[in-house]
């Protein structure tokens, strides 16, 4: 490297996103794989422009957007929240509202998506406001507790408007993601079809993907832009130590409303995006799992940080899925012979009388690969908060640093 | 009338009626509540760890009852001639002891590795033994429901024309011996010494109390406690045996220890009594009022008492209040 990239002479070099040249190279080529993947062109990637992959990758960039939200309201500003659920579901249902078709049963105003997505954040910020004062009033794992109470109200809510939510079990369809002027019969620009955007021939999976990096991106820079201004600040100081910072004249009850409130905005679009990229949701789905699977998010990625939230949910998103990889590949080894195959005999099961700790088929012992997930999605949030409290980012931390000061080892 | 019949409700109650069946089911709700409860906060007091996976605990705790008392029949096998009820008191309190060496299992795995890491980072560990527990526990279940295989049943006492569980009466007599037992524990040598190191452990530990010690039994009367709950709520007429679902019982029993004060023994017996009558009796009242508070309104009144309750006293009934300095 040339010079000293970490001196820094003004205010706006120090506070900059990418500081350095290294940075600014790195997210540039990060941002060209990015946007370039469903092309395939990268060598070593091109596994991940498939279309499964492109799904999936989707589902992690909104939960992507929901994690950036919760790392706001816990990582930077200290508020212990399980309601995120909540607040997505209220998203969620204000998008259906605005957005979905009106039937016998079911209300909707059938509403453009540049209406209802943004409606969706607004709506959920100002229901983040109104839950606000009670964080004044309690604090620290009590709140833990009103809002893990806020999940299982909501819950009750949610179950019962059965014109808005279609009802328990049965849930109701929501949007596509597309866009038109105003209820036109042909979209604008509609992610449903396969077809050429610009010249280049893109799947629809492809082109949800590309629309969500770029919300990604959008929300992202906000994340950042919050965590280095005054807003951050006020927010880390109410973490820190909420009385002193009320003596120093950040006024608690406001940085802690708006914590909620742009948490929750963050919140209400994942959520409604999360429905329409799914197509239908029951109202069950807005449970405490959902909430528990954001904590764990942050915590894996490294609580405060913006490129921990989204390695973060990456990571969980995708985990199950390699799982699954794994799991198949271990039983097609299961035919086989050698030490390999005995291994992959011993933990999996084929059938009811065949021992194992994970089992392939619907009866028998052994996990199922539901189960098996869920199992690994506890031991991760454990191993990560035994052996690195920093998560992922602490991970990248430690390599980093190890290759700065190499060939010295401190 | 046969105790084991089971007749059709044909007769409609009077109003004084109607609140004493709802009392008495309030109660008996109440009681498991307050056994969750109590466990609970028996833990934080000790370790000051809030621990989500009660639940799970709770769980555990039911389904090895059910294996102790059907499956294996231990130590039923042993004396054919006895009762019904003495032999499955028997495999329940076997079960209860393996439940608690659960609970040390639980602290030594995942707690033990955690000592000096903030509190909030604890919490979120034992959300992570809970889904790991409760998973694996599910699997040993199955699908459906587990019978416990108690002796009482569907029995009922008929009072008038108020009918109670035997489950009831026996979950209300068997709560009211734990707490005594808890009572009684907490006057002994060993009770006074989980009580210092509640108040400040350092200075217990300079007294030569040996606190690893006083944690390891902390979680393991707290397992157990969570396990005598687990087995009342997955008896009738509640549900009939342990399933995938038992361990959702403890989500309404988080309201009860915040009323009753995070760290107050005697608030969480009493938040728990108290959220049990409140849950039966307003779910009775506003049955007829479906339409507007919607089905199923009881599982959601403990959390609005919660919420209501921490506007008025953010601390709960008999918890300390916090006193913060800068």
Redesign the interface.
Known sequence: MRGRPLLFTTYQADAAILPTTTKKVLMFLFMALAITLPLQLVPGFRWLGQNEWLVILGQALIFAVGALGLNILTGLAGQ?SLGHAFFMGVGGYTAVILGGEQTTSLVGYGLPMWIWLPAAGIVAALVGMLVAP?AV??????L???T???V??GD??F??VRNVSGGPSIGREWPPLEFRLWKEEQALISFETDGPWLGIDLSSQAKKYLFLVLLVVIFALAHKNIARTRLGRAFAAVRD?D??AE?MGVNEVRYKALAFAVSSFFAGVAGALLASYFGSRIPEAWD?LLS?QF??II?IGGAGTTAGAIMGSFFVVMVPRLVQNLTRWMSDLTDGQGPLSSLANFILSTGPTDFGLVGTSAIGP???VF?LN??L??????IF??FE?LGLFGVWLRVRNYWKGWPFTY | MNPGEVVAQTTTFTPIEQFLNALINGVALGAVYALLALGFVIIFKATQV?NFAHGALAAVGAFLVASFATVLNIPGRFMPSAPAWLRWSLSAVCALGAAALVGLLVERV?IR??VG?P???V???T??????IR??N??FVGQGARSLGDPWGINVVQLGNLRINQTQLVTVGVSIICFLLVAWFFRSRLGVAMRATAFDQEAAQAQGINVGRIFAIAWAIGATLAAVAGIFSSLAPRANGVSNTTAFVV?RA??A??IGG?DSVIGAVVAGFLVGIAEIVIATYTSSYANVV????G??V???L??IF??FR??GLFGTQ?I?R?
Not at chain 1, 137 to 142: E, K, N
């Open positions: 212990v009670t009033r309690v604090r620290g794992l009590y833990a507790f009103v893990i109470g806020l299982f109200v009750h809510i179950r019962n130590r009385i002193a003596v405490l528990v904590i764990a915590l052994g996990l199922s189960q869920l199992v999605y506890g031991l991760l949030i454990v908060l035994i409290p | 809030v995942f590795p955690m890491e509190l909030f980072s919490a979120i560990i959300i992570g033994a809970d889904i790991i998973t694996i599910d699997d989500f988080f309201p220890v915040i995070l919607g089905v199923g309104f599982s959601v403990p959390y609005l919660m919420l921490l506007l953010p601390y916090e913060r800068v």
